[in-house]
């Protein structure tokens, strides 16, 4: 007869201890995922509204979406905003779901924060003033990502070329949008990997989430000499060379006419 030791007779289950996520992992998390979609176009073929804009030019769409933003901001009679306000409305009533979700999230996101920065104007006898803060961020922060979501990045490139921007602010641009969606998803797959071997307690996961940042800013640095070196190689010279789009079209004569209109009813209002 021979005994078996005790640490043999125990049970092998391993149940580890529950443990919650730290805040800033969280918040690496919500950031990656917000990353990754950017650079991502919608789908417009659904929209009126985005089939009719398509066929504008992104030069004259560039130049018309910060006018009316200008507009909005310098007017102070509020007509103008709460017309602005209601042409929005109808523009995202005509749109598929998927395209207003993606547009009225961050839109509210930044009314909310308007409004809290605003409410203190209200015990100075402002009362007006959240309500305008709100309504001229609404109308801003939309007219803006729906160009950044219905727009592809080539056409907003060759719309940039268009204006007479300088080809090192395009080259910037151009290369700042391809990067962040790059480290979006790399984000997203360094957090997976950080949950996949945090098992149990872990209280040395803020450090890990540090170490994350360490290692994004590391890639990025290296993907972004590698990206530099392999345009040298293909010819890049520094200039950016588009196929010029004709201007003297219908649907630009009429964006540019409802661009008029807009920028005299603004003048109007005051």
């Known amino acids: 007869m021979v005994s078996l030791p005790a640490w043999l007779g125990e049970s092998e289950r391993y149940e580890p201890i529950g443990d919650r996520s730290s805040f800033i992992e969280r918040n690496l998390a919500h950031l990656g995922g917000v990353l990754e979609q950017v650079g991502a176009p919608l789908p417009i073929t659904r929209s009126p509204v985005d089939r009719a804009l398509c066929a504008v030019s992104p030069a004259l769409r560039i130049i018309g979406v910060p006018a009316a933003i200008v507009c909005v901001n310098a007017t102070r009679n509020m007509l103008f905003a709460y017309v602005m306000l209601a042409v929005v409305l109808v ?23 308007s409004f809290i920065l605003s409410a203190p104007s ?25 160009l950044a979501r219905t727009v592809p990045w080539n056409r907003l490139i060759a719309g940039l070329k268009g204006i007479g921007c300088p080809d090192s602010v395009i080259y910037v641009c151009d290369v700042t949008v391809q990067f962040i969606d790059i480290l979006g998803r790399s984000m997203v797959s360094l957090l997976d990997a950080l949950r996949l071997r945090s098992v149990g307690r872990d209280s040395r996961k803020l450090m890990s989430a540090g170490r994350v940042m360490g290692a994004l800013f590391l890639r990025a640095n290296t993907q972004a000499k590698q990206m530099a070196e392999a345009m040298i190689c293909r010819g890049f010279d520094g200039q950016y060379r588009v196929r010029r789009e004709p201007l003297a079209t219908i649907p630009n004569a009429v964006y540019v006419i409802v661009i008029i209109a807009m920028i005299a009813f603004a003048i109007y209002c005051g």
Do not use: N
């Open 122 to 146: 209200v015990l100075i006898g402002q009362y007006s003033a959240p309500v305008r803060l709100v309504v001229k961020a609404f109308v801003a922060v939309s007219l803006v990502i729906a």
């Open 91 to 113: 523009m995202l009533a005509m749109r598929p779901a998927r395209m207003i979700v993606a547009i009225v999230k961050p839109a509210l996101a930044v009314c909310v924060l």
